[in-house]
């Protein structure tokens, strides 16, 4: 048994795990070399200490701080029961609750923005081709022809008598002048 | 269980103690509703847990903070207990956990001194002549020993206190740890040489 078989066997011949052939080369190890013998002495005496060590117990107020926190704890869940009483007299769990609501307002929510759909402040859709932004352009002329076809109407800019739509399509548009497009895309 | 309700420990640990009662059946009564039988796992653990807690962090005041939340933890979760392991392995657990969770925020607070570790009643001056040398050893030794003990690294410190101090097996360390006995093992063994290495020199320096 060399030396660093040895330090790794101390604790097992302290705690009496090794077997009979172990405990042989370990022993014999042990006559031969000081230094592995200044080390297992070493560490039986600080095992023995270890078991010597004062005993000890917990202060005598520790049962009462305890208890109070027990106390508390179940005020705590009495409290939470009260809150969730109402709940659970609509034959609802908490949760299941919670959940039913949030699904109530995204249904809701859902709904709402289908059926505004074909709203004159929203593009309906697949009639939109593209829009670059939303602001609104005063103009004092109308630079676009008239035109019955949806994407003009669209082109057209915040006309008061426009019924179909008041957001302008700016890039896709012909005839819209270059500096119109810069000058509303950019933000 | 109300403030007026709650039963005096003392007499009522030793009638559970007269009936000698098994952790483990203590702890089904518990969880069937005998707030008693809880008392009697607080009478019979606080003090072990204390042991265990304060060789873990050398101070007196986190230790039993540890041990009472231990304790709140069996009260409030006493149905995660379940009877395939030791009750004892359970706590034991639940103690290591708690212990590991508070070290990592003191780590973020000021060290304390040695002074402050609360060894109340021990000497830190030249020791009295009129002392038996055994005294004297025992008390240096329990000194040194908790300051050897805190230079350990964390898994180390935890294997060598439930073996040599808690006194309890290999297998069982090995479940409250959760890794292999060959692990315990070799943690234990590491923890012992690297004591007897600190301590050996501390004993070098004082006789100098």
Redesign the interface.
């Known amino acids: 048994m060399n030396c660093y078989k040895f330090r790794d066997s101390i604790s097992l011949h302290i705690d009496k795990e090794l077997s009979i052939k172990d405990i042989n080369r370990f022993n014999h190890h042990l006559e031969t070399c000081s230094s592995c013998r200044v080390m297992f002495q070493g560490t039986l005496d600080v095992v023995s200490s270890m078991k010597k060590l004062p005993s000890l117990t917990v202060s005598t107020d520790f049962g009462n701080r305890l208890q109070n926190r027990i106390i508390r704890e179940q005020s705590r869940k009495e409290t939470n029961k009260r809150r969730i009483a109402p709940v659970e007299s609509l034959g609802l769990k908490p949760r299941y609750a919670v959940a039913s609501v949030a699904a109530l307002v995204a249904i809701l929510f859902i709904s709402v923005s289908f059926f505004t759909g074909g709203n004159d402040n929203f593009p309906a859709i697949g009639d939109t081709p593209s829009l670059l932004t939303r602001e609104v352009i005063p103009q004092e002329e109308d630079p676009f022809p008239q035109s019955h076809s949806p994407a003009s109407s669209l082109a057209a800019g915040s006309r008061a008598d426009s019924s179909s739509n008041q957001l302008p399509i700016i890039a896709t548009h012909p005839q819209i002048p270059e500096n119109q497009i810069r000058q509303v895309s950019g933000k | 269980?109300?403030?007026s309700s709650?039963p005096s420990?003392t007499k009522l640990s030793k009638e559970m103690s007269d009936k000698l009662y098994s952790d483990e059946e203590l702890i089904s009564r518990f969880q069937g509703g005998d707030e008693y039988s809880y008392i009697e796992l607080?009478n019979r653990y606080?003090?072990r847990l204390?042991?265990f807690t304060?060789?873990f962090f050398g101070d007196?005041e986190d230790a039993?903070d540890v041990?009472?939340d231990t304790?709140?933890k069996l009260?409030?979760h006493k149905h995660y207990y379940r009877n395939i392991a030791k009750f004892s392995t359970w706590i034991y657990t639940i103690a290591s956990n708690l212990a590991k969770t508070e070290l990592r925020k003191r780590k973020r607070r000021p060290q304390k001194l040695i002074s402050q570790m609360g060894l109340e009643g021990q000497n830190w001056d030249v020791p009295d002549e009129d002392r038996t040398n055994e005294e004297i050893e025992?008390q240096f030794?329990?000194t040194q020993?908790q300051r050897a003990m805190m230079t350990l690294p964390l898994h180390f410190r935890t294997a060598?206190i439930l073996r040599?101090?808690q006194?309890l097996s290999?297998e069982e360390i090995s479940n409250i740890l959760n890794v292999p006995l060959g692990t315990v093992?070799?943690r234990?063994?590491r923890a012992?040489?690297q004591?007897?290495?600190e301590?050996?020199h501390v004993n070098e320096t004082r006789r100098t």
Do not use: A
């Open positions: 269980m109300t403030e709650f420990s607080v606080q003090d204390i042991n304060f060789r007196r039993e041990v009472q304790l709140m009260y409030t025992v030794n329990e020993i060598v040599d101090i006194e290999y093992k070799s234990i063994n012992r040489l004591l007897q290495e301590l050996r």
